[in-house]
């Protein structure tokens, strides 16, 4: 039998987080109006505890946080609350912050609510990757395509990189993949480069949801990032 809780816990963080107006989830969930399934109740929590402590490390107290419309704030809780991979959780949980920093909010826009829903972690990573490098992919010679990660290049199966490339392209985050070029990598060693490039929406979307996301080593929720999950 799967574990109910009460709803209770999930009220009063998303209320300290969020503010008022966001005191009653019970609509949302009209099947279970006075509790959730405890998977969904974990999500949330943990993503509201993300979005604090950057709101904390920002030094942004309750009442100088903007305040997120309802068409904006009761989606993002009801999508976010069924992600259960930490690295997606982070890619909420900095669009909630974004939202709620005057700073940050322009940046925010409703279509980021169906991006993540569509993203997988490994998908992230390729979008992670074009911030930490002027060459994010490098194509090798054995079928495999080199990414850009925090912990330097890693090596995976071109075709999976490619799925990702074609879910982002599909997104409007990316651009087409141009004709590829050869690129020196040091000891006269010769890689091909992709031409791709974030579209203005992918740079947007960076700004909101992706940066920071990896710097706290997320994993997927199986551990093991050498399987990307797509």
């Excluded at 419309?69 to 993002?76: M, R, T």
């Excluded at 259960?84 to 949980?93: G, K, V």
């Excluded at 974004?98 to 609510?113: T, Y």
């Excluded at 791709?196 to 990896?214: E, M, Q, R, S, W």
Aim: charged share 25%.
């Amino acid at each position: 039998m799967t574990e109910i809780i009460p709803i209770k816990s999930a009220y009063e963080i998303i209320k300290d987080v969020l503010g008022k107006g966001y005191d009653s989830l019970g609509f949302i969930f009209p099947d279970i109006p006075s509790s959730i399934n405890a998977r969904r109740t974990e999500n949330l929590i943990r993503i509201m505890k993300s979005a604090q402590a950057k709101l904390d490390e920002a030094g942004l107290k309750p009442e100088e946080r903007n305040a997120i419309a309802l068409k904006l704030g009761l989606p993002i809780i009801e999508k976010a609350s069924l992600e259960e991979d930490p690295t997606l959780q982070e890619l909420w949980a900095n669009l909630l912050a974004n939202a709620l920093n005057p700073e940050h909010s322009e940046k925010v826009r409703r279509i980021f609510i169906d991006i993540i829903q569509n993203l997988s972690p490994f998908d992230a990573l390729i979008l992670n990757s074009f911030i930490l490098s002027t060459h994010p992919l490098l194509t090798l010679s054995d079928n495999k395509v080199a990414v850009g990660t925090k912990d330097g290049y890693r090596d995976y199966p071109y075709d999976v990189v490619q799925t990702s490339i074609n879910v982002l392209v599909a997104l409007d985050l990316l651009t087409d993949v141009a004709p590829s070029k050869n690129f020196f990598a040091g000891e006269n060693s010769i890689l091909q480069q992709s031409e791709i490039h974030l579209t203005h929406l992918g740079v947007l979307f960076i700004d909101a949801c992706i940066k920071g996301a990896f710097d706290n080593s997320a994993k997927a929720s199986n551990g093991n990032e050498d399987i990307p999950e797509q």
